[in-house]
């Protein structure tokens, strides 16, 4: 009798999971980085408008699975597509990713510091592990950007540049932080640009010559190709000065 009772209330627990309506998934997501706008269907299978506090905003899709504990996701923006899964464990949770991100996606971020350029960002597979406070990466990867017509804004002047295609090569570094390293391919390890999520939050950036020369912007100094000329330091979400 036990026996069943357990197998009676296990099944009702499940049946109020599958028909929870997906509204009640704010309750896990909303904050100020993210939140779920309109949701539809349910906590097990549903959808939403995911918007973030970079002012990217997407399509979000999920799908509960219980045979590994976690979400199959499905996230899109006109001719953006990423694949994902979230696996919930005990001490850390496990996030995957791949698929392609199309320019004008990224467009709300890049206006901010008065930048912008086209094409496609190919993510291949990439698996981020989330210990609480930070997050590292399970193994290196990298990012691709198809290249073109680079436009951007700075010390009130305009400049502009047909850029080739770069890559990203993306790891954590020896102090935990999330870090892309910037080449002109994949057998290419003459760093162009460094980007890194610190662990207190901040973004750092670093700009070496080369870049430089290559997005036409004026330098009349003898510096190598790999010397970083501009670093900067700050909050992701900070507006730009």
Same mark, same amino acid.
């Given at each position: 009798?036990?026996? &069943? ?33 309109? +949701?539809? /269907? ?12 970079? /002012? #990217? =905003? ?9 045979? &590994? ?8 923006? *006109? ?5 994902? &899964? #979230? %696996? ?30 086209? /094409?496609?960002?190919?993510?291949? =597979?990439?698996?981020?592990?989330? %210990? +609480? ?10 990012? #691709? ?23 990203? *090569? ?5 102090? /935990? ?16 640009? #460094? ?27 003898? %510096?190598? =190709? ?13 507006? +730009?000065?």
């Amino acid at each position: 009798m036990k026996i &069943r009772i357990a197998i009676i209330a296990g099944l009702g627990a499940l049946w109020v999971l599958v028909n929870l309506p997906a509204s009640q998934a704010r309750n896990a997501i909303d904050s100020d980085q993210f939140a779920l706008i309109a +949701p539809t /269907g349910t906590v097990w299978q549903g959808s939403a408008k995911l918007v973030t506090a970079l /002012g #990217i =905003e997407s399509q979000i899709q999920w799908q509960t699975t219980l045979w &590994r504990p976690g979400l199959d996701l499905q996230i899109t923006d *006109k001719n953006s597509a990423i694949t994902g &899964r #979230i %696996e919930f464990g005990i001490a850390a949770q496990k996030l995957q990713l791949t698929g392609t991100i199309d320019a004008s996606t990224l467009a709300p971020l890049l206006r901010r510091y008065d930048l912008f350029l086209p /094409g496609m960002f190919t993510l291949n =597979e990439m698996t981020f592990i989330w %210990e +609480p406070p930070a997050a590292r990466m399970a193994a290196p990867s990298s990012l #691709i950007w198809s290249g073109g017509d680079l436009r951007y804004i700075l010390a009130k002047q305009q400049y502009q540049a047909v850029m080739p295609p770069l890559v990203a *090569k993306l790891a954590s570094n020896p102090q /935990g932080e999330l870090e892309a390293r910037i080449v002109a391919d994949d057998q290419n390890d003459a760093l162009l640009m #460094i980007l890194r999520l610190k662990n207190n939050g901040n973004l750092y950036f670093g700009v070496t010559r080369g870049m430089l020369r290559l997005a036409n912007y004026p330098w009349s100094g003898d %510096e190598s =190709e790999s010397t970083l000329l501009f670093e900067v330091e700050r909050r992701l979400t900070q507006p +730009p000065d």
